[in-house]
Nanobody, 117 residues
């Protein structure tokens, strides 16, 4: 059974960088042909795909967030990470990591991140 767990600070100040990690157990992030995504849901809004890193380390980003987003991985820890720079209160959301297997078949529980001074 694959499990994903998000971790990171729940409160970030405006203009700072939001950093989250997703630790995966029960499966390797290097197994072909999965991709591993970051998805968020602002309060009262729908899910927004932010970007992904695939089994081979290739990264893909939402056009609207590409200039502020970086996704990386640490294969020794079976973990992938998100950085979102220059955050504003509009980046307040529940952030999820998920496995993309031609559809999202495993999700983390989500972590609330609030951007506020």
């Amino acid at each position: 059974q694959v499990q994903l767990q998000e971790s990171g600070p729940g409160l970030v100040k405006p203009s700072q960088t939001l950093s989250l990690a997703c630790t995966v157990s029960g499966g390797s992030i290097t197994t072909a042909y999965y991709a591993w995504s970051w998805i968020r849901q602002p309060p009262g809004k729908g899910l927004e795909w932010m970007g992904a890193i695939d089994y081979d380390g290739n990264t893909y980003y939402s056009r609207s967030l590409k200039s502020r987003t970086s996704i990386s991985r640490d294969t020794s820890k079976n973990r992938f990470s998100l950085e979102l720079r220059s955050v504003t209160p509009e980046d307040t959301a529940v952030y999820y990591c998920a496995r993309d297997n031609l559809g999202y078949d495993y999700w983390g529980q989500g972590t609330q991140v609030t951007v506020s001074s």
